[in-house]
């Protein structure tokens, strides 16, 4: 999927950078308190204007004061400057210029990324003449907006698109997408190497890099394949080794290219918070998913391991129900040449289509045998069901009011489905929609 580029939103504590930043995204991810420090990681959304599609990038706030957290915020900060196409700097009309202000200022300016100042909580006229005091910082034209009510959040997006060359649709490359996500440390490079370096696979000599992600064309069994690698963030200094973990952009562009993401876990240190998000990008983009639990190797175990992991597994990423499960190890090789049979089986999964009456069979039978709970002396009944679409399989029920569709037997008609077709590592969607009268 083609995007424009990258936002990063910075400023000082409480200027209502995740008030803009929700306003960028169309929806309230950031959480907004008026305490200074909420906001410590960085936070990613996308969002749209004017057809175009972008970033953006939430961060906490830099001071001079030395409060808690700020090496890491100036840590997470650098990143997000080093990754942004444009830097919006907020400062705050309400309380004006400030030396945390003039001190953010110099640092933009040193990064020589285009920088687009907002001067925000500018909610009424009587404020306005307060914007010309940010001159001062050397950005350029200040903009007055407010988070809040939505002032001057077209204006800013016009400035920060000005700023960010539209780029050229990128060439697909031939052959199955695989994206390896995951924290950094479980083993993605190694993984990576490992499924390269099996007898069968012939790795391409021409490399190609799109993004931060390196892109691998390779053949195995004859077949086409391209393996993404989303290890790391590939800057230098500290900073960027110390705090690697955050490196989600990458991974949520490699997912959206992607046709298969083997999303890979440590069977040594097991299941840690920051999977649950990068797991969630892949479920939410659609994509098929294999689970990749690397370093089995190295745990110790007995006849019981491998279920107790599994069903922590299961427990922990209820959402990745279809996903399955695969223990390998990528420094022994040891089922690694299971991978690419399964990431076949997956992809042909996710572009199986149903054919109409075959599927109109199996909802009818499953209304007849076990049809929706009574709500409110209503039953939800299924018309005429077709698949609209596949990558995911995507299916449109004609119903009688969609209102009766309770998400308990939306994941049960999910469950048929599956139990009828082959839909192992792909997430299926159910859209209902109110028959049409004729």
Same mark, same amino acid.
């Given at each position: +999927?083609? *995007?424009?580029?990258v936002?990063?939103?910075?400023?000082?504590p409480?200027?209502?950078?995740s008030?803009?930043?929700?306003r960028l995204?169309?929806s &309230?991810?950031?959480? =907004?308190?008026?305490?200074?420090?909420?906001?410590r990681?960085?936070i990613?959304?996308?969002?749209?204007w004017?057809?175009r599609e972008?970033r953006?990038?939430?961060?906490?706030?830099?001071? $001079?004061?030395?409060q808690?957290?700020?090496e890491?915020i100036?840590a997470?900060?650098?990143i997000a400057i080093?990754?942004?196409d444009v830097?919006?700097m907020?400062c705050?009309?309400?309380?004006?210029?400030?030396?945390?202000?003039?001190?953010?200022a110099? $640092?933009?300016?040193?990064?020589?990324?285009?920088?687009v100042?907002?001067?925000?909580?500018?909610d009424d006229?009587?404020?306005?003449?307060?914007?010309?005091? #940010?001159?001062? $910082?050397?950005l350029?034209?200040?903009?007055?907006?407010?988070? =809040? *009510?939505?002032i001057?959040?077209?204006d800013?997006?016009?400035a920060? +698109?000005?700023?960010?060359p539209?780029k050229?649709?990128e060439?697909?490359?031939?052959?199955?997408?695989i994206a390896?996500?995951?924290e950094?440390?479980?083993?993605?490079?190694s993984l990576?190497?490992a499924i390269l370096?099996e007898?069968r696979?012939?790795?391409a000599?021409?490399?190609? %890099? %799109?993004?931060?992600?390196?892109?691998t064309?390779f053949?195995?069994?004859?077949k086409?394949? =391209?393996?993404v690698?989303?290890?790391?963030?590939?800057?230098?200094?500290? =900073?960027?080794?110390s705090i690697?973990?955050?490196?989600?952009?990458r991974? +949520?562009?490699?997912?959206?290219r992607?046709?298969?993401?083997? #999303?890979?876990?440590?069977?040594?240190?097991?299941i840690?918070e920051?999977d649950?998000h990068?797991a969630?990008?892949?479920?939410?983009a659609g994509?098929?998913?294999i689970?990749v639990v690397?370093k089995?190797d190295?745990?110790?175990?007995?006849?019981h391991?491998?279920?107790?992991?599994?069903?922590?597994v299961?427990?922990q990423f209820?959402?990745?129900?279809?996903a399955p499960?695969v223990f !390998?190890s990528?420094?022994?090789h040891?089922r690694?040449n299971?991978i690419l049979?399964?990431?076949e089986?997956?992809?042909e999964?996710?572009t199986?289509?149903?054919? %109409?009456n075959?599927?109109?069979e !199996?909802?009818?039978?499953?209304?007849?045998?076990?049809?929706?709970?009574?709500r409110?002396?209503?039953?939800?009944?299924i018309?005429?069901?077709t698949q609209v679409?596949?990558?995911?399989?995507?299916?449109?029920?004609?119903c009688?009011?969609?209102?009766?569709?309770?998400?308990?037997?939306? &994941?049960?008609?999910?469950?048929?489905?599956?139990a009828a #077709?082959?839909f192992?590592?792909?997430?299926i969607r159910i859209i209902a929609?109110?028959?049409?009268?004729?």
């Amino acid at each position: +999927m083609k *995007h424009t580029g990258v936002i990063a939103i910075v400023g000082r504590p409480n200027v209502g950078k995740s008030t803009i930043f929700n306003r960028l995204a169309g929806s &309230r991810i950031s959480i =907004v308190e008026d305490t200074p420090g909420v906001t410590r990681d960085r936070i990613y959304a996308k969002g749209e204007w004017l057809g175009r599609e972008f970033r953006v990038i939430d961060t906490g706030g830099i001071q $001079l004061e030395d409060q808690p957290y700020q090496e890491e915020i100036r840590a997470q900060v650098s990143i997000a400057i080093e990754e942004a196409d444009v830097i919006v700097m907020v400062c705050s009309g309400k309380t004006g210029l400030t030396d945390d202000d003039k001190y953010i200022a110099g $640092l933009l300016q040193r990064s020589h990324k285009p920088v687009v100042l907002a001067v925000n909580k500018v909610d009424d006229n009587s404020r306005i003449a307060s914007i010309y005091e #940010f001159y001062a $910082l050397g950005l350029g034209d200040p903009i007055a907006v407010s988070g =809040v *009510h939505g002032i001057g959040i077209g204006d800013l997006l016009d400035a920060c +698109m000005k700023e960010i060359p539209e780029k050229e649709e990128e060439e697909t490359q031939e052959g199955i997408r695989i994206a390896v996500i995951g924290e950094p440390n479980v083993g993605k490079s190694s993984l990576v190497n490992a499924i390269l370096n099996e007898d069968r696979a012939i790795v391409a000599d021409e490399q190609g %890099t %799109t993004r931060d992600a390196v892109d691998t064309p390779f053949r195995y069994d004859g077949k086409p394949f =391209v393996i993404v690698d989303t290890a790391g963030i590939r800057k230098r200094g500290k =900073v960027y080794e110390s705090i690697e973990k955050y490196a989600v952009l990458r991974a +949520m562009e490699a997912i959206e290219r992607c046709d298969v993401a083997l #999303f890979v876990l440590d069977g040594e240190l097991g299941i840690r918070e920051q999977d649950k998000h990068v797991a969630g990008y892949a479920s939410e983009a659609g994509k098929p998913v294999i689970i990749v639990v690397n370093k089995w190797d190295a745990v110790t175990k007995d006849e019981h391991t491998m279920a107790t992991f599994t069903e922590e597994v299961r427990k922990q990423f209820v959402y990745l129900s279809y996903a399955p499960i695969v223990f !390998v190890s990528a420094l022994t090789h040891q089922r690694v040449n299971s991978i690419l049979p399964m990431v076949e089986k997956v992809y042909e999964n996710s572009t199986r289509r149903i054919a %109409t009456n075959v599927l109109n069979e !199996v909802i009818a039978d499953t209304q007849v045998t076990t049809p929706a709970p009574a709500r409110n002396g209503k039953r939800f009944r299924i018309y005429y069901a077709t698949q609209v679409s596949a990558q995911p399989p995507t299916f449109v029920f004609s119903c009688n009011d969609p209102k009766l569709l309770h998400f308990t037997y939306q &994941r049960f008609l999910e469950n048929q489905l599956r139990a009828a #077709f082959d839909f192992e590592g792909t997430p299926i969607r159910i859209i209902a929609r109110k028959k049409v009268s004729e």
